[in-house]
Nanobody, 123 residues
Framework: QVHLVESGGGLVQAGGSLRLSCTVS????????LGWFRQATGKEREFVAG????????YSGDSVKGRFTISRDNAKNTVFLQMNSLKSEDTAVYYC????????????????WGQGTQVTVSS
């Protein structure tokens, strides 16, 4: 019954911006936290950012610090990832994830994953 659908990926030039969105079909305690992972070609899956519907946020380290912002629209069951000052290193498939806590999202032990949306930054 729970599924996640991402959108907003695309091709942008370095320094540009994109906003990703993820809509959750059904919110339960198992989807109390939403987040974003990304996986670049040849690299391991990496946590980007996460939030809870109640307002807690969590960001990853230096790679995205100060450039990405996660936000939500509770009425629409949607989480957003605003990505600014994009770099070629940000090129990856971005996945929306949902789990019972930010910890679950952070460690990638979430039950629900979206299909993924491709972000490509030209340089």
């Amino acid at each position: 019954q729970v599924h996640l659908v991402e959108s907003g990926g695309g091709l942008v030039q370095a320094g540009g911006s994109l906003r990703l969105s993820c809509t959750v079909s059904f919110r339960t305690y198992k989807t109390s936290a939403l987040g974003w992972f990304r996986q670049a070609t040849g690299k391991e899956r990496e946590f980007v950012a996460g939030l809870t519907w109640s307002g807690d946020n969590l960001y990853s380290g230096d790679s995205v610090k100060g450039r990405f912002t996660i936000s939500r629209d509770n009425a629409k069951n949607t989480v957003f990832l605003q990505m600014n000052s994009l770099k070629s290193e940000d090129t990856a498939v971005y996945y929306c994830v949902a789990g019972p806590s930010l910890g679950a999202c952070n460690y990638g032990v979430t039950e629900y994953w979206g299909q993924g949306t491709q972000v490509t930054v030209s340089s």
